[in-house]
């Protein structure tokens, strides 16, 4: 069963850009996946923050882009901020009706 | 405004079946496929299953296959997710999810808290 890969933490300063990656064990990441990504923080709801790879959900900062790079999707925050520690999930779409959820990335802002 | 709102928590015992409610508003309940996420104390997220509440029609992730049903009711715009034959593992946060025609999730419920113990 191919498992979807993410970092499982990563850190940024204040101001500073990170990007999360989102990848497969078997194969590269395309824009067929339909990749999305998803903000938790503890005993909330996730949020939508990308859908289609690279389109922003409703009211969420230019801050927030999406992409392909090299055989991953990735996640780029610019000018991160305090509020921006979360968990970070990515989730496929592997055809045939199913998705597969990232194990997810804790991002810590410090 | 657009939104999803879940049924309240349940306690079962191991081996009982638990239904979990999703009701939809402000928007056409036929028009936009339903997706079922699980999330386990501590743990990730896991897409649980997918309706069509329009025909009905399901497809669901190999680990839940055999054990979960989901229907709708589109008189009442809502939908369902049976999970049976339940264990201690599947104690979790259960969450419906809307998704836009994107392939993804745009409108998520409150989650509903399912707890497995004897």
């Known amino acids: 069963q191919t498992v979807v890969t993410q970092e499982p933490s990563f850190s940024v300063s204040p101001g500073g850009t990170v990007t999360l990656t989102c990848g497969l064990s078997?194969?590269?990441?395309?824009?067929?996946?339909?990749p999305s990504w998803y903000q938790q923080t503890p005993g909330q709801a996730p949020r939508t923050l990308i859908y289609?790879?690279?389109t922003r959900s409703s009211g969420v900062p230019d801050r927030f882009s999406g992409s392909i790079l090299g055989n991953k999707a990735a996640l780029t925050i610019t000018g991160a901020q305090a509020d921006d520690e979360s968990d970070y999930y990515c989730?496929?779409?592997?055809?045939?009706?199913?998705?597969?959820f990232g194990g997810g990335t804790k991002l810590t802002v410090l | 405004q657009v939104q999803v709102m879940q049924s309240g928590a349940e306690v079962k015992k191991p081996g009982a079946s638990v239904k979990v409610s999703c009701k939809a508003s402000?928007?056409?309940?036929?028009?936009?496929?339903m997706h079922w996420v699980r999330q386990a104390p501590g743990q990730g997220l896991e897409w649980v299953g997918r309706?069509?509440?329009?025909?009905?029609?399901?497809s669901s992730a190999q680990n839940f296959q055999g054990r979960v049903t989901m229907t709708r009711d589109t008189s009442i715009s809502t939908a369902y997710m049976e999970l049976s034959r339940l264990t201690s593992d599947d104690t979790a946060v259960y969450y419906c999810?809307?998704?836009?025609?994107?392939?993804?999730?745009?409108?998520w419920g409150q989650g509903t808290v399912v707890t497995v113990s004897a």
């Open positions: 999810a809307r998704d836009p025609g994107s392939d993804a999730f745009d409108i």
């Open positions: 402000g928007y056409t309940f036929t028009d936009y496929y």
């Open positions: 309706i069509n509440p329009n025909s009905g029609g399901t």
């Open positions: 078997s194969g590269s990441v395309s824009t067929s996946y339909y």
């Open positions: 289609s790879t690279d």
């Open positions: 989730v496929l779409y592997m055809g045939s009706g199913i998705w597969v």
